[in-house]
């Protein structure tokens, strides 16, 4: 791999001429993000820019003005960003990721999430860009964990069929693709809803109002910062080696219920929790969603790749502009 550059500009101002250090980027590695406005594209955005890469971000509703504005439905402007930038590495972050949405929207999530994936192989396959396809531990039924790489994927509902769809048109079109399966995410939100962990905030903060909260499916939240660690780190591998390809996981190590997870954020911000209540029922009428579709992350980890931030440090990062009580907020950080 090419080593570090360093871009300089000549500035000419009255009376001296000043040398101006401009980026310190390296040109010729260049990493295309989608979904870089969403949850996981903008740290995986972050990582790769302050780790040098020269990085292009796009996004659809949010982009401007930051990012590119591209609409991965459109094949040719896809087409057209891929040939204009010919990045060394595409991270496919861009997906319909809420499962309540796709079970009522399957055909369109499906043009994202698959055709949109398939497309997006094809044009990385065209300028030998390495394409990281994001996946879901929903592709797994959750009655046998932990799942390893090539275990059986049974995905309960559309949204997990739609993600193992996208791997499989994928892998077919790029053969030297990677797919990268991760658990429920949280980290730095715009808004509380943007993630499936964060959103609980709320209900553990206002502990004038008792909340149920599901003590029955297992989960293992995972800090964004981290799966944007490792895809940087599986990318400078694949740089060293190209045979590397295929399916990986990765995942937060701290198994916890939706109800753990709430009392786990109590106790990060020294809240109460005593009006959270554990419900262990079979959740009736809801989109299906797999008990423990722990993985196996012992692939990646062998590969000598991996981070993982201890829960309560993470949340405490990405909730605390979140916190309403400032004299809570003062105990814990002052
Ligand atoms: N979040 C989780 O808990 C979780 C768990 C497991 C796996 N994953 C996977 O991780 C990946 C990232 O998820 P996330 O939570 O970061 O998703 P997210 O926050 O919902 O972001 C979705 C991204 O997709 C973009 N997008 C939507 N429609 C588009 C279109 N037609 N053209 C171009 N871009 C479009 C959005 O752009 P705009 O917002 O600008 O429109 C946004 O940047 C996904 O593949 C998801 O399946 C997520």
Not at 179 to 196: F, H, I, N, T
Request: net charge neutral.
């Amino acid at each position: 791999m090419e080593g570090r550059q360093l871009e300089y500009k000549i500035r000419f101002l009255p009376g001296w001429v000043e040398v101006v250090q401009e980026e310190d980027v390296v040109p010729n590695r260049r990493a295309l993000i989608t979904g870089a406005t969403g949850l996981l594209g903008r740290a995986v955005y972050k990582e790769f820019k302050d780790n040098s890469w020269h990085v292009v971000g796009c996004g659809y509703s949010r982009a401007r003005p930051r990012f590119e504005r591209v609409d991965l439905l459109d094949a040719a402007a896809v087409e057209a960003l891929v040939q204009d930038f010919k990045p060394h590495v595409i991270v496919h972050c861009a997906a319909e990721r809420r499962p309540d949405i796709v079970e009522n929207q399957p055909e369109s999530a499906s043009l994202l999430n698959v055709g949109a994936s398939e497309n997006l192989a094809k044009e990385a396959a065209k300028v030998g860009a390495f394409l990281i396809y994001i996946s879901s531990d929903y592709v797994f039924d959750g009655r046998n964990p932990p799942y390893r790489e090539d275990a059986v994927p049974n995905p309960l509902n559309h949204y997990g069929k739609t993600k193992l769809e996208g791997e499989k048109v994928v892998l077919q079109n790029n053969e030297d693709a990677a797919v990268l399966r991760v658990p429920v995410l949280y980290g730095d939100v715009e808004k509380l809803e943007e993630s499936a962990v964060t959103i609980l905030f709320d209900k553990v903060q206002f502990s004038n109002k008792s909340a149920n909260m599901d003590h029955l499916q297992q989960r293992f939240p995972t800090y964004v910062k981290d799966v944007a660690t490792v895809c940087l780190q599986l990318t400078e591998k694949k740089l060293q080696n190209p045979s590397l390809k295929g399916i990986f996981h990765w995942s937060g190590n701290e198994q916890m219920t939706k109800y753990e997870i709430a009392c786990a954020m109590a106790d990060a911000f020294n809240l109460p929790s005593s009006h959270l209540r554990p419900i262990t029922d079979e959740p009736v009428g809801e989109t299906p969603r797999p008990r423990n579709p722990q993985l196996n992350c012992s692939k990646l980890e062998q590969l000598g790749i991996g981070q993982r931030t201890p829960f309560r440090v993470g949340i405490r990062e990405s909730l605390w502009p979140f916190l309403v009580d400032k004299q809570w907020r003062q105990t814990v950080f002052h």
